[in-house]
């Protein structure tokens, strides 16, 4: 059995089973020279750029989540500068499903994609990576209020009802995340890809509490501007991380507008560029929005309208009763009164009951593996609602074991059947079982009949709670599933080795590993042998911009850089932004 590395961080140890199957080896020894230089090159043109933009002063911030310009971080660096405010940090295989995400960052664990973009992407990839996650997310954790409102967002996920269609959005964006990122994608088959995103963004439907809590994620972690309308700064991740989007954000192309709960009416396309973009004035406001969203759902709210959101969920979601027992599995009818009132409810399928997140013992999906129903609410010609019944008042009201039971509702329904067990749990009954039983409502509507078998009646005036997924998961499969479809590893040619060997030997010269007097032969190598290279040629001009000794090689760099601006257009603004730090003599303290 594969041994649970948790990289000393007291956070990551506390994960759950059921989030620990989406972790991955970071494989640290797998980035290659030029994965490194992409990511050198992104932090600096980021650093020179987001000094002055970003919400938080970006090298201290860098530094308090194990971070630097010079080198991809492993994770266990990350992990031991995030231990000391309280949080962790694991690597996962691209996009994970938006619920369990959230769940990770209500566990305090910064969920970071393990693969960095290709060089091609260098400015901008709708895949998650590591440049994205690190980068982007980790540096602001250190903010008291902001990992306060991440792990609200992430606690509130866990309990958000989500549908069907949210995982089919799922899994298109994360098929075209890992096709935009895979070497020669057939251009023909991601435009196919997008369009299916498209029309699954298009064809939600009500959006359910997952993808509204989603559209929150967005417009704050991901894209969210903090301070006034006229001057905001930067804090989303996905601005941060993006060298290309995080100038063009600014533009007074893109509309910002103030941060209220609002936000959850804007759909997002992470196709595009955003076109609006919301400015709060501070992170308490941000946890103060959650706190408005928070109070309108089903897990806060209960009743006939939170189950019905459930039904419509079509996935596993479990109701809590007013006695505490706690019902797990797929919803699909209620029955009300005339009133409105809730008084009968089914699911269909495998059905857990517990207690305090503990399932209770026989009764697991197997047991009630053809679903669950039961009525709800206050018997008849009594004061006392039946879940605060003694085993003194069922004595009272002929409600005794092994003998014939009547059980008559307000609303109409009748229980009718041998009493077989009374369950109390915390002083509260919760589960009447019979054998023989028959249920049925003033109009002969029948809900259960004696030879469907033995009939268990959940005890409860009301459903005071509605969450997603079950109550004790330590005995149930989660529905949360790893996809089949993995992120593909670039494979090397000979000629992609001899330039990852050139970018080590320029990484390597940088650092004082390899003498100086090598330059020469790099600059002869790389400049005739790799004829689509820029970036390793940028390097080279950083290396001998200021030298007297190598000046003609500083001089050549510069040329053959302004050359392949005319031949490759594509790296026109690539080169003018890295020129323009050289140029600059950007301390990188």
Not at 154 to 168: H, I, K, M, P
Not at 320 to 328: K, M, P, Y
Not at 480 to 507: A, C, F, G, M, W
């Amino acid at each position: 059995m594969q041994t649970f590395d948790h990289f000393n961080n007291a956070q990551v140890a506390k994960l759950p089973k059921h989030l620990r199957k989406y972790i991955v080896d970071q494989c640290y020894e797998r980035y290659t020279p030029v994965d490194h230089a992409v990511w050198r090159y992104v932090m600096r043109q980021n650093y020179s750029y987001l000094k002055d933009v970003a919400y938080y002063p970006y090298i201290p911030g860098l530094k308090k989540a194990g971070l630097t310009i010079e080198k991809i971080p492993s994770l266990q660096e990350i992990n031991d500068s995030l231990a000391e405010i309280g949080w962790g940090a694991v690597t996962v295989d691209g996009f994970i499903p938006p619920a369990a995400f959230m769940e990770y960052q209500a566990y305090k664990v910064l969920v970071i994609a393990a693969d960095i973009r290709q060089l091609e992407h260098i400015e901008y990839t709708s895949a998650p990576d590591i440049i994205h996650e690190s980068a982007g997310h980790a540096p602001i954790i250190s903010d008291e209020k902001y990992n306060q409102y991440l792990s609200y967002l992430g606690t509130l996920g866990t309990r958000a009802l989500f549908s069907s269609a949210d995982y089919a959005l799922y899994e298109a964006i994360r098929h075209l995340s890992i096709l935009k990122e895979m070497p020669h994608a057939d251009p023909a088959e991601i435009a196919e890809a997008e369009a299916k995103v498209l029309y699954q963004q298009q064809n939600l439907g009500t959006p359910s509490e997952m993808a509204l809590l989603s559209r929150l994620q967005w417009w704050t972690v991901e894209y969210g501007l903090i301070g006034n309308i006229q001057n905001p700064k930067i804090y989303g991740a996905g601005l941060l991380s993006s060298i290309g989007e995080s100038v063009s954000c600014m533009k007074p192309s893109v509309k910002k507008i103030e941060y209220t709960i609002d936000a959850i009416n804007y759909s997002y396309d992470i196709t595009q560029q955003q076109p609006q973009l919301f400015v709060t004035p501070t992170f308490q406001n941000l946890i103060d929005v959650l706190q408005t969203f928070e109070s309108n759902m089903a897990f806060r709210k209960g009743g006939a309208e939170s189950l019905q959101k459930a039904i419509e969920c079509k996935n596993i979601c479990t109701a809590v009763l007013s006695s505490g027992l706690q019902i797990s599995g797929v919803f699909t009818e209620l029955f009300q009164d005339q009133s409105g009132k809730l008084q009968y409810f089914r699911t269909a399928g495998g059905t857990a009951l517990a207690v305090d997140d503990q399932q209770l013992p026989s009764h697991d999906t197997t047991y009630h593996s053809d679903g669950f129903g039961s009525p709800l609410g206050k018997l008849k010609n009594t004061n006392k609602f039946l879940e605060d019944f003694t085993e003194k008042d069922l004595i009272q009201f002929s409600i005794r074991n092994n003998e014939a039971v009547t059980l008559e509702f307000e609303h109409g329904i009748l229980v009718e059947g041998i009493l077989t067990q009374s369950l109390f749990s915390n002083g509260k009954l919760v589960l009447l079982s019979f054998r023989n039983c028959t249920v049925q409502d003033v109009n002969g509507n029948r809900y259960f009949e004696p030879h469907w078998g033995n009939y268990d009646m959940a005890v409860g005036q009301s459903i005071v709670s509605v969450f997603n997924g079950v109550a004790d998961k330590s005995q149930i499969a989660d529905q949360l599933y790893v996809s089949n479809q993995r992120t593909t590893q670039q494979p090397y040619t000979e000629e992609d080795l001899q330039y990852h060997s050139l970018i080590k030997q320029i990484r390597d010269i940088r650092e004082k590993r390899l003498p100086e007097i090598i330059l020469p032969e790099v600059w002869q190598q790389l400049s005739t042998q790799c004829k689509q290279d820029w970036l390793g040629t940028m390097e080279i001009l950083e290396l001998t911009d200021s030298s007297e000794t190598f000046a003609n090689i500083a001089r050549e760099a510069r040329s053959f850089l302004e050359q392949q601006k005319i031949n490759y257009p594509n790296y026109t603004k690539l080169i003018n932004d890295g020129l323009r730090i050289i140029d600059a003599k950007l301390s990188f303290q």
